[in-house]
């Protein structure tokens, strides 16, 4: 069996849960994982650092459809991937030739027939292409297979109880490949992965100094208005967050116009991205603080600051939606608490800015 079985993932051989791989969403995490393996490098935060801003998208009649990142994450300087769209066998067949050579392999399939992953429904779940074959499907990562089996690494969390360990690894599993064909029948999309080696040898800090100065922008950063809806940034997006908590426009247990799950699910799983960013970033900052100077420790306080409300904010609705509960006037002061802690970290990250930023790398 590949060398790419016994490495270490989510979970250290110690038994250890690794902080780092859980910031990474599920598409950075596998690039994390192919990037590791081909250069040895290890928690790059400033290679999957960003802005952590984020905005509020209300629809049309002012209702609730998510607090979501306000930019997307890009290191193209870096990362390359070559899309292949495909399905079946012989998209199989083209994955093993990756996996005999060695490679880390990044691909998507209908994720509700994958039996060990947590959203799976049935292995004859209705297929419908136009929405489960999209642009934002979940992210798998293959390790290696057989004859009868795939290799694979998942987050432990996305895990369910059909999870099949492989060398009782809590997040690398085997999967049949006959049962996994449910899936792959419907579509099979991989990516070859290119490590930009000239990329990895610029300097790296420019990427923090780029993700403060798009934080900066998109805190003054005006409301978008259009037919489907309306967009508010930084300091508003809570203030008419809070507001849709107060006037029904955001209810914990109703239905999402935008996803298959509750807004209050959505609310919890998107503050989570923007937690893992606040952190990211911090972490960055903290291991780069010779960029910042006299600025770092106020730098470091009020991120952790906001950090930590945000954190707090998830784990409440975490345990709202288990307990069925609907009142969020307790989320109400935590995300106010959260504002508070991103103002005092833009007035510091301005100053900064002015004095020595845009000449710091």
Not at 15 to 32: E, R
Not at 113 to 124: E, I, N, Q
Not at 257 to 276: A, C, H, P
């Amino acid at each position: 069996m590949n060398a790419n079985l016994s490495k270490e993932y989510y979970v250290r051989h110690d038994g250890v849960f690794d902080d780092f791989v859980p910031q990474l969403n599920c598409f950075q995490a596998a690039l994390y994982f192919v990037l590791r393996a081909k250069t040895g490098m290890s928690r790059p935060y400033e290679l999957f650092v960003q802005d952590p801003s984020y905005c509020l998208n209300l629809d049309a009649e002012g209702r609730y459809r998510e607090l979501r990142l306000a930019e997307r994450w890009q290191c193209f300087e870096v990362f390359q991937t070559h899309d292949v769209k495909g399905q079946g066998d012989a998209t199989m067949a083209e994955i093993e030739a990756m996996l005999d050579a060695g490679d880390i392999v990044i691909f998507e399939t209908f994720l509700n027939r994958v039996p060990h992953m947590r959203d799976f429904l049935a292995l004859d779940f209705p297929f419908q292409p136009e929405m489960h074959n999209t642009p934002h499907n979940h992210i798998f990562v293959a390790l290696g297979y057989s004859d009868t089996h795939l290799y694979y690494v998942e987050a432990p969390f996305l895990l369910n109880a059909n999870h099949v360990p492989y060398n009782n690894s809590p997040c690398v599993g085997m999967i049949e490949k006959s049962v996994l064909r449910h899936a792959t029948d419907c579509f099979l999309n991989y990516r070859r992965v290119e490590i930009k080696e000239d990329g990895l040898r610029q300097n790296l800090q420019t990427r923090v100094v780029n993700a403060i100065r798009s934080l900066l922008d998109n805190a003054v950063r005006p409301v978008k208005e259009s037919p489907e809806g309306v967009i508010y940034y930084g300091a508003e997006a809570i203030d008419q967050l809070v507001e849709c908590c107060r006037n029904g426009a955001f209810a914990m247990k109703r239905s999402s116009t935008l996803y298959q799950t509750s807004e209050g699910e959505v609310l919890e799983w998107k503050l989570g991205n923007v937690r893992q960013q606040k952190t990211l970033l911090h972490w960055s900052i903290e291991k780069n603080q010779e960029l910042f100077g006299d600025y770092a420790p106020g730098l470091l306080k009020s991120l952790k600051e906001t950090l930590d409300a945000c954190q707090m904010t998830a784990s409440k609705l975490r345990l709202m939606l288990l307990k069925k509960q609907e009142d969020t006037t307790a989320v109400q002061g935590m995300l106010l608490r959260m504002k508070e802690g991103d103002l005092r970290f833009q007035e510091l990250a301005e100053r900064w800015y002015a004095l020595a930023g845009a000449t710091a790398v």
